[in-house]
C-alpha cells in the first residue's frame, strides 16, 4: 500500500494529490513545524490546513484594523508582520513583530474602550497567512487538549513580549528607550550584550536605525557603555539605571 507521507510525517512527492488546494510544500512544512502545533499527529495538522486558505500580501499593506478584524486565526507561513498599539487619544504606544510560525487571533483583541486599541496588522515584506475560520479553529481547540495547551503557552510569551514592550513604550527619548533595552535584556550581573543585526533591534524598539546608533554614541559619550561592532559593554549600570528611571 502506498504511503501518503502525512501520517508518518515523511512527505511524498506527490503533494498536490493531498494538500488543500492553494496550498504549497513549504506551507504544509512550515505549519508543522509551527509552535502551535508542536506534539500534534499530522492527521491533526491537516485537518486545520484543509479548514484555512492562504492569502499573501506585499510590502507594507494592511492586513488587519480595529475597525476591520478577520473572524479568524493567523498563521504566519512566511514574512513577518508589524504590529501597531494605539491608546485612546490615537497615539501610538506600543509595536512588536510576528513571524513565520507564530499565530494571531486578532478578533479576540480587547475592545476600543480598553487601555490600548486592537492592533493595526501591516505586513513588513512579502507576507503569506493561513486564514483558519474562527468557528473551525475553536472546534479543533475544543476537541484536542494538547493544541488548547499550546495555544495557552503562546499566548503566555506574547503577554510577556508585551509587558516588556510596554516598559519600553514609555521612554521619554531614544536615550532612556535604549537605556531601558539593555537593562531589559543583561542579565543582573551581565555586562555584555550583542544587538546584531542592528537593523533588527531598533525594529524590535520601534526606532528607526539612526536613531538606535545616535542613542549609543549618546551612551558612549557619558561612558554609560562601550560599543565596538554591534558589542555592547556596560560600564556604568547605576547610571544607565537612573538614565531609565529604574
Given at each position: ?164 514592550q510596554a516598559c519600553l513604550s514609555q ?34 524598539m520601534g526606532i528607526a536605525r539612526e ?36
Amino acid at each position: 500500500m502506498q504511503n501518503s507521507g502525512i501520517c508518518t510525517g515523511r512527505l511524498a512527492d506527490d503533494s498536490k494529490h493531498w494538500l488543500p488546494p492553494g496550498l504549497q510544500l513549504g506551507d504544509w512544512r512550515q505549519a508543522a513545524a509551527a509552535p502551535i502545533f508542536a506534539g500534534l499527529p499530522a492527521e491533526v495538522i491537516m485537518e486545520a490546513l484543509k479548514s484555512g486558505r492562504p492569502r499573501c500580501f506585499g510590502k507594507d499593506q494592511q492586513v488587519f484594523s480595529p475597525d476591520c478584524r478577520p473572524q479568524a486565526f493567523l498563521l504566519v507561513l512566511q514574512g513577518r508582520i508589524r504590529l501597531y498599539y494605539l491608546d485612546r487619544d490615537g497615539e501610538e504606544r506600543a509595536m512588536r513583530f510576528v513571524g513565520p510560525g507564530d499565530l494571531l487571533c486578532p478578533h479576540l483583541e480587547g475592545e476600543p474602550n480598553d487601555t490600548l486599541h486592537p492592533p493595526f496588522g501591516e505586513s513588513v515584506g512579502s507576507l503569506r497567512l493561513l486564514v483558519l475560520p474562527a468557528a473551525c479553529f475553536l472546534q479543533l481547540l475544543r476537541e484536542h487538549f494538547l493544541l488548547a495547551r499550546n495555544l495557552i503557552a503562546q499566548l503566555a510569551t506574547s503577554l510577556e513580549r508585551a509587558s516588556q514592550q510596554a516598559c519600553l513604550s514609555q521612554a521619554r527619548s531614544a536615550p532612556v528607550l535604549v537605556a531601558r533595552y539593555l537593562l531589559e535584556r543583561l542579565p543582573d550581573h551581565g555586562k555584555s550584550i550583542n544587538l546584531r543585526p542592528i537593523r533588527m533591534t531598533a525594529q524590535e524598539m520601534g526606532i528607526a536605525r539612526e536613531t538606535l546608533s545616535r542613542a549609543i554614541a549618546g551612551l558612549c559619550k557619558r561612558n554609560l557603555i562601550d560599543y565596538r561592532c554591534g558589542q555592547v559593554l556596560l560600564l556604568d549600570r547605576p547610571g544607565l539605571l537612573n538614565l531609565a528611571n529604574l
